[in-house]
């Protein structure tokens, strides 16, 4: 009787399954997602630069022609806070230091003479779009307001606000460290400078090219 008993469970078991497609599924445990963190590019930075800055003076009454150059070494200044990978907004200070050298030239001569006493300061404060060509190389633009300052002996000779753009490009060696080099236009447009009234109105080019080091806090 037993043997029967058991019989038809196993027949009935059998008829189960195999109603049931033969097809047992194993149990699949969910496998979490790893997720790697995304690295947090923002916070404050400082730095430091030497620049070239190219001082150009324009003038043409009609009866004669003229071009002023002034070139000054300067000392920049820099902090900023980087907001994401792809944009910081940053304020920057220029100073000379030493002489500077001029040149003029009209009808077709050229004279230049003792260096320049002529202080050139200027500041500026941007915002600054990033694109990273790599991890550790970018491109950026700078876009923003500022303004320029020429004073010697007898005055503020310049003392303009105005428009600035700049284009660079920076390298990362560390979390921390990185070089840039960049160009910044810092005036482009006609202004009136002091003790200049028996010659008028004069265009005026002003940039600086600045080699420098940044740390990131």
Known sequence: MKKFTISVVTALAMSAFAMAGGDIEPVVEPVAEVVAPVADESGFYVGIAYGAADVSEEYDDGDWMGEYTEEYDTIMLQAGYKINK??????????????????????????????????????????????????????YVLLGYGNVTLSGSGG????????????????????????????????????????LDS???????????????????
């Open 86 to 139: 792809n944009l910081a907004v940053e304020g920057r200070y220029w100073n000379s230091f030493g002489d500077g050298d001029w040149k003029y030239e009209y009808d077709s001569k050229t004279d230049s003479g003792s260096p320049s006493d002529m202080d050139f300061t200027a500041w500026g404060i941007y915002v600054k779009p990033m694109y990273p060509v790599t991890e550790e190389f970018d491109v």
């Open 199 to 217: 010659i008028g109105t004069l265009e005026y080019t002003i940039y600086t090219v600045n080699v420098g080091v940044t740390y990131k806090f």
């Open 156 to 195: 503020d000779w310049f003392d303009e606000d105005g428009f600035h753009w700049g284009l660079g490009a920076s390298y990362e060696f560390t979390d921390n460290l990185s070089v840039f080099v960049d160009y910044v236009n810092l005036y482009d447009d006609d202004a009136s400078g002091q003790n």
